[in-house]
């Protein structure tokens, strides 16, 4: 009887080990599910989920203390997680040592060892092969870590912020040469970075961490253009956010009523929100007439231009008098800046590539007409009953 008991549940485990292998598509390289972390007490992951294709580069991103670096070194097995698990190719590798997990790890650190001729040839190195590590640069230090990694044949690859220790023009390039070099092969891979730029160049999907929680999941494009969090918004990139209230198919920002049929459906009348949008959605006209591809916004006044190299940023500040509130009410909107005439008004960031910049002259004091080309509207749970007592957050 005992012997049948036992053989039952062998069973049972064979059956549920064999649930656990085919989980995960088979395009699916690794997994992390419901992963959380706590380091003395402190919470530093919390239910960290997310999958990586065949091939596929994701790049997590978030500031100092996210919890990034703590999320790779749990796939590498250098920690364990408190709660969840991680799948390799279909294999729950959550409690096997890091040696047996098949996954190449590159720190910044590089730890240089000698290299191998056919992968110096594969990073472009033939001719350095015979140099000390020390008598290389950072990026051709870069390229024989990444050589020395490939040497194990990693089923996944792990980026711990990887450019770092380099010089901003041979970051850019390199990262450019490990973009191609990863295309060339297909080893699935982790990034982590708090650059926004190299997130989005990088990678062919983002995960933007914040404070141990996962706050967004998707392609570059996704996430900047279409934020679902105030903090996605505003970290990845400038961005504006203007706090309005949603009326009838369109959205209130003081005397504004900007036409939002379909951002506003999954919200009701009268709750309050953000409109987030990016300086370069920003369109301006100093005759009144917006293309027909944007919505009016408001007028403003041009009060600072600054050339940037390839764009012209320009800061505005909109015409949007305070709404009128409900007696013994605070008011909807005041905003004063810190200007020598302590004007009210709401401010924005708006910029305008080279050959338009060049095209059409605009000068500090013009008026003209602001109109979007693209927003996201997100709830804006800081406030009660639709009030708004500050019109405008400008992040960069």
């Not at 997590?60 to 996210?66: A, D, E």
């Not at 040696?99 to 190449?104: I, P, Q, S």
């Amino acid at each position: 009887m005992i012997a049948k008991m036992s053989r039952a549940s062998d069973d049972q485990h064979d059956s549920s080990s064999a649930a656990l292998v085919h989980e995960t598509p088979p395009n699916i390289a690794a997994s992390v599910k419901g992963i959380s972390k706590s380091f003395k007490k402190t919470r530093v992951l919390e239910d960290v989920s997310f999958d990586v294709a065949e091939g596929e580069s994701l790049v997590l991103l978030g500031p100092s203390g996210s919890g990034k670096t703590t999320v790779l070194r749990i796939i590498a097995g250098l920690e364990q997680p408190y709660t969840g698990r991680v799948i390799l190719h279909g294999k729950d590798v959550t409690d096997l040592p890091a040696r047996e997990r098949g996954v190449g790890v590159i720190f910044q650190s590089y730890a240089l060892f000698p290299r191998i001729n056919k992968l110096l040839k594969l990073v472009q190195l033939e001719e350095h092969r015979k140099k000390y590590p020390w008598q290389l640069s950072g990026g051709q230090q870069q390229r024989v870590a990444i050589a020395r990694t490939l040497a194990y044949k990693p089923q996944v690859l792990l980026f711990d912020e990887p450019f770092g220790a380099l010089d901003a023009q041979t970051r850019v390039h390199l990262r450019r040469e490990i973009r191609a070099l990863l295309r060339q092969v297909k080893v699935p891979s982790v990034f982590i970075t708090h650059d926004q730029e190299e997130a989005l160049e990088l990678g062919d999907r983002i995960a933007v961490l914040n404070n141990g929680h996962l706050e967004q999941i998707g392609t570059p494009d996704e996430v900047y253009n279409h934020p679902q969090t105030e903090f996605v918004a505003t970290f990845l990139g400038a961005a504006n956010l203007l706090l309005g209230v949603v009326t009838l198919g369109s959205i209130e920002i003081g005397t504004a009523r900007v036409p939002a049929t379909e951002e506003t459906r999954k919200f009701r009348g009268g709750q309050s929100v953000k409109v987030v949008f990016r300086p370069e959605d920003v369109t301006l006209s100093k005759d009144a007439k917006l293309p027909g591809n944007c919505r009016r916004l408001a007028n403003g006044i041009i009060e600072e231009i600054n050339f940037v190299g390839a764009y012209e940023r320009l800061n505005i500040r909109l015409d949007l008098t305070q709404r009128q509130p409900a007696q013994d009410q605070p008011p909807l909107y005041e905003v004063t800046i810190n200007t020598p005439e302590r004007m009210t008004g709401i401010p924005i960031i708006a910029t305008r590539p080279k050959p338009e910049a060049s095209a059409s002259k605009f000068n500090v004091g013009d008026r003209v007409a602001v109109g979007l080309t693209a927003f996201s509207v997100l709830p804006n749970y800081t406030l009660v009953g639709g009030r708004v007592n500050r019109a405008l957050e400008i992040n960069r």
